[in-house]
T-cell receptor, first 112, second 113 residues
């Protein structure tokens, strides 16, 4: 059965800290790794990674994929209170009609 | 606004009732999905439709019946609601079948009393 595991489950930091969120996956016919940010409502798309070793960046957020070791990390530098959210990792299948298998999420709380 | 929208946002109902949730996307996507997010925040795929055709049907009780009148709409009807059905239900869409990048609606919080 396909599985995605995130760690830590929760994290509390202060503004300005740097955080690293981890995601490991075991998915048949893996094609891509996606990161979403979920505040009170819908998960919003952050990154999709398909190639190993190539970092994707968006402002203070960056992510990288290691297809050999089957994991990805999401880094957030100079955290702000607005970064407080649940961060979801999902592994996408190249078959099964593009099905996404989600991890349980990391709850990030950033204190002022 | 281009988006995935769902109605209602909140639904509180008694055990045994039947209810429906509606989803619409105006992104021009071919594929739509229903996910269930439980209290532990796990998002699990329930169903997927591609251009009105059911393509993913995970292990879901047959009290849940999706229906797609056209590729922009995907509804979810639930019969004989049970306490364990309480969750947030998210609709999502992707450009085409097999596209992993999915866009989510705001969710419908269902509470069964």
């Amino acid at each position: 059965e396909d599985k995605v595991v995130q760690s830590p489950l929760s994290l509390v930091v202060h503004e300005g800290d740097t955080v690293t969120l981890n995601c490991s996956y075991e998915v048949t016919n893996f094609r891509s790794l996606l990161w979403y940010k979920q505040e009170k409502k819908a998960p919003t798309f952050l990154f999709m990674l398909t190639s190993s070793g190539i970092e994707k960046k968006s402002g203070r957020l960056s992510s990288i994929l290691d297809k050999k070791e089957l994991f990805s990390i999401l880094n957030i530098t100079a955290t702000q209170t607005g970064d407080s959210a649940v961060y979801l990792c999902a592994a996408g299948s190249g078959t099964s009609y593009g099905k996404l298998t989600f991890g349980q999420g990391t709850i990030l709380t950033v204190h002022p | 606004d281009t988006a995935v929208s769902q109605t209602p946002k909140y639904l509180v109902t008694q055990m045994g009732n039947d209810k429906s949730i509606k989803c619409e996307q105006n992104l021009g996507h071919d594929t739509m999905y229903w996910y269930k997010q439980d209290s532990k925040k796990f998002l699990k795929i329930m169903f997927s439709y591609n251009n009105k055709e059911l393509i993913i049907n995970e292990t879901v009780p047959n009290r849940f019946s999706p229906k797609s009148p056209d590729k922009a709409h995907l509804n979810l009807h639930i019969n004989s609601l049970e306490l364990g059905d309480s969750a947030v239900y998210f609709c999502a869409s992707s450009l085409f079948v097999g596209a992993n990048e999915q866009f989510f609606g705001p969710g419908t919080r269902l509470t069964v009393l």
